[in-house]
């Protein structure tokens, strides 16, 4: 038992005084990934989130999808979800919760964290002092736990700002903006007026469930009565939940930090409105049954502070897919603004514009300029307003944030600041650990120097040759306009044939199309097209183009529309293959063509998308001569997704027992061994909600183990799931040759892998 007596002075609460190499502020996945990164770089880390769980607006507490680059498969980027530890996250989300269970997903965020053993985690805990030892260096950051009392002294070597609202970067003085640039400052055409407005507001979501008997609901008196006044109050159905109401949006008009309090009532106020309208208005019958399963108890902030880095991200970064030397993350999102008035306003909600492909992220801008150790994360990486549209989703400032980490390791290790990142040698380096580890860096291929198998002479048990896909699939109607996406060679002309049914004699437009920007997917320039003439009935049609391609690149079979016509698709799914639609995806303003208003310096241009499985099947073809796409050079060759080729060794559909072997001229010590597999970069794997066809990706090899020169096998694994695999040997082992064997997947779908580097 414990008494104490009545003290005249004023008592100081229990203090925790800890110190780390680097100190992450928020926990949302920007700080999840950066937090994870370095740590397993091998630097101690504190990760402090004033939070329960982890992951921010992915949350339990929010439940908003993680997207990125692949947005909801709507755009011409392909295979194009992010890498590293952000795709190591969402593959694992798929495997465990293919059905997007929020709760679900906080667990494996937190099993993630806690699993690594340099990685302290604060949760519950508020940053509210920051204090520096110079005018440029912070020194220690203090914040409280409501849940056990202790105020916390975090002590760091350098510091990360992922909070989004910049706490740690706002006390320590670094500077910021709030709001829009005018369109002088940076040149930005599309950069919005006050009336559109500056800011993007919150939003909170709802679910509900069907109880199995009427379920009466009688609203709270702060309940929105008027369901007018939301002007697009017929979008709403009973179906309606979750992060589909993105567009419940308000707060842009105010101050997004400190009236945010203000904010979420207003925004309560619209959900129960809403819930009042769906289940009492009586346009909803089918509603009697539903009851109100979960309101958010905060809301999901898009836009608040935004830190000035060492490079600030402009309009015509993300438009004309600029290079920077010091590029470590990719986007591409669309520019996606929000009218200010959210919910009440009578514009669509929001005005969203793709590029027409991916494009690099700098160092420079994940620095602060004024802080010089201070990393700055997540929204508030340094980008003006009408570029922090297409940054500031969770999946891309989770792949920037894991470059953060990564070079907060490099930082330490060799006792530099952040702002020597971006010197030649230590860039080289960051991208380098980068790629090693699954960021596909755009045109930047992992360094081959340090790989054995580079050295190595490959052999592999067969290699699939690519003269066709069986004609074995449905037929896919020609009411939009279909294309076979596949990796042509330079300087070859093609013989194709497809399979073809018509219900009526008549004609379809083929066109042979590539990207004006060699290794995109946008198809802006059309080299050759023809008309094939149809019968009535089923037929398959041979044809040719005279024009070869001038460079080694992805090129589309493109046939046009027409609603008489259908093409046969096949049930053979290859690595670095696709169907293409010109469809639509209106969740993305996607309308099948790209058209926005002149002198806004955004492109026009077509969307030719894929189709989520169980559909997307390719089209059945077949080509003379075969395509040779899959060779083993690809095993080494620094790329691990498609691009330019399909960058994959692919073993023959008919190999039972597919292998592969690397033989040394002399006895090599081997430490360690990567191997990048397939887990189909194109799905988007968003977090929640949407749910996903399968557990594991289907081009990806489930078992395989690895042999010695003696036979022995020092890794085995019978439940792959998994991007990479990387295997840190407990004994370096001294071999002449490693064999790497696999189980074969299905008929329709034969084993793949991206790269090997043995070092």
């Known amino acids: 038992m414990l008494i104490k007596e009545f003290e005249t002075s004023t008592r100081n609460n229990k203090t925790v005084e800890t110190s ?12 999840v990934c950066a937090a994870i990164s370095a740590a397993r770089e091998g630097i101690s880390v504190t990760l402090v989130q004033d939070r329960p769980v982890l992951g921010g607006n992915a949350s339990s507490e929010v439940r908003l999808w993680i997207l990125g680059a692949t947005s909801h498969m709507g755009n011409n980027n392909r295979w194009a979800r992010e890498g590293g530890i952000i795709d190591e996250i969402l593959v694992e989300n798929v495997y465990r919760n293919k059905e997007g269970n929020t709760l679900i997903f906080d667990t494996i965020l937190l099993e993630k964290v806690t699993n690594e053993k ?80 500056e800011l993007l507001g919150h939003t909170i979501y709802f679910y509900s469930k069907d109880a199995g008997r009427p379920i009466e609901y009688i609203a709270p008196e702060f309940a929105l009565k008027d369901i007018t006044k939301i002007p697009r109050y017929k979008d709403i159905s009973a179906t309606s939940q979750g992060c589909k109401l ?48 979960w309101v958010g108890t905060i809301p999901g902030k898009r836009e608040s502070r935004r830190f000035e880095g060492l490079y600030m991200m402009k309009q015509q970064d993300v438009i004309e897919q600029r290079l920077f030397d010091d590029a470590v993350a990719f986007g591409g999102w669309a520019v996606d603004l929000h009218p200010a008035d959210g919910v009440y306003d009578k514009k669509p909600g929001c005005t969203q514009y793709h590029s ?53 390791a490099q930082c330490i290790q060799n006792n530099i600041l952040p702002a020597a990142l971006v010197e030649k040698k230590q860039i080289v380096a960051l991208q380098q650990t980068l790629n090693l580890n699954g960021q596909s860096i755009p045109e930047i291929a992992i360094n081959q120097e340090a790989n054995l198998v580079k050295k190595a002479t490959i052999h592999t ?19 939009q306009g279909i294309a076979q996406l596949l990796p042509l060679k330079r300087g070859i002309t093609y013989t194709y044939s497809f399979h073809f049914s018509s219900d009526i004699a008549t004609s379809v437009q083929v066109a042979l199309r590539t990207c004006k920007r060699t290794g995109y997917y946008t198809p802006d320039v059309t080299l ?20 070869p391609l001038d460079a080694n690149q992805y090129a589309f079979i493109t046939f ?54 169980p559909n997307g099947y390719n089209l059945a073809f077949s080509t003379t001569p075969a395509l040779d796409i899959y060779e083993k050079e690809n095993l080494c060759n620094g790329f691990v997704r498609p691009y330019l080729g399909t960058n994959a060794w692919v073993a023959d559909l008919n190999d039972e027992e597919p292998c592969i072997t690397m033989k040394w001229d002399a006895v090599q010590t081997i430490k360690s061994i990567r191997l990048f597999f397939d887990t189909d970069y194109d799905h988007a794997m968003e977090s929640s909600l949407y749910g996903h066809p399968e557990s594991v990706m289907p081009f990806c090899v489930r078992k395989f183990r690895i042999k010695d020169q003696d036979g022995k096998v020092v890794y085995e694994t019978t439940d ?30 034969p084993v793949s892998l991206f790269e090997v580097f043995i070092a």
């Open 560 to 613: 046009l529309k027409n609603e008489h016509v259908s093409v046969r698709t096949s049930k053979q799914r290859v690595t670095g293959i696709l169907s293409l639609f010109n469809g639509e995806n209106k969740a993305v303003n996607n309308n099948g063509k790209q058209t926005p208003p002149d002198n806004i310096g955004i492109d026009t241009f077509e969307f030719w998308i894929p189709q989520r499985r």
């Open 461 to 479: 048990s067969s290699t699939f040759k690519l003269n066709g896909l069986k004609a074995d699939g449905e037929w896919y109607s020609l009411a």
């Open 20 to 31: 780390a190499d680097l100190v992450i502020v928020g926990g949302g996945m920007a700080g």
């Open 720 to 749: 792959n799931h998994q991007t990479i695999t990387k295997i840190l040997l407990p004994n370096a082992i001294k071999t002449s040759f490693i064999t790497i064997e696999f189980d074969s997947l299905n008929k329709h779908t």
């Open 118 to 197: 340099n990685i302290k985690l604060l949760l519950n805990t508020s940053v509210y002092e920051v204090s520096k030892s110079n005018a440029t260096t912070i020194s220690e950051i203090t914040a409280f736990c409501s849940q056990n009392s202790t105020t916390y002294k975090l002590k760091g070597r350098l510091f990360c700002d992922t909070s989004g609202d910049g706490i740690v970067g706002f006390q320590a003085g670094a500077a910021f903006r709030i709001g829009a640039e005018k369109a002088e400052e940076f040149g930005e055409k599309f950069a919005p007026d006050v009336s559109y407005g």
């Open 356 to 408: 027409k492909g991916i494009y690099q992220i700098p160092m420079r801008s994940l620095i602060s300029k004024n802080i010089t150790n201070l990393f700055i994360g997540g929204r508030i990486m340094s980008a003006t307003h009408v570029a922090f549209g297409t940054t500031r989703v969770m999946a891309t400032t989770a792949h920037s944030g894991q470059s953060i980490g990564y070079g907060a």
């Open 528 to 547: 050759e097209s023809k008309e094939i003439q149809l019968v009535k009935g089923e037929q398959e049609v041979e044809f040719s183009f005279d024009t």
């Open 246 to 293: 993105w567009w419940l949006e308000y707060g842009g008009r105010k101050d997004t930090i400190h009236e945010s309090e203000d904010i979420k009532w207003e925004l309560w106020k619209v959900v129960y409105g809403v819930w009042d309208y769906i289940k009492n208005s009586g346009n909803f019958p089918e509603a009697e049954n539903l009851t109100l399963e």
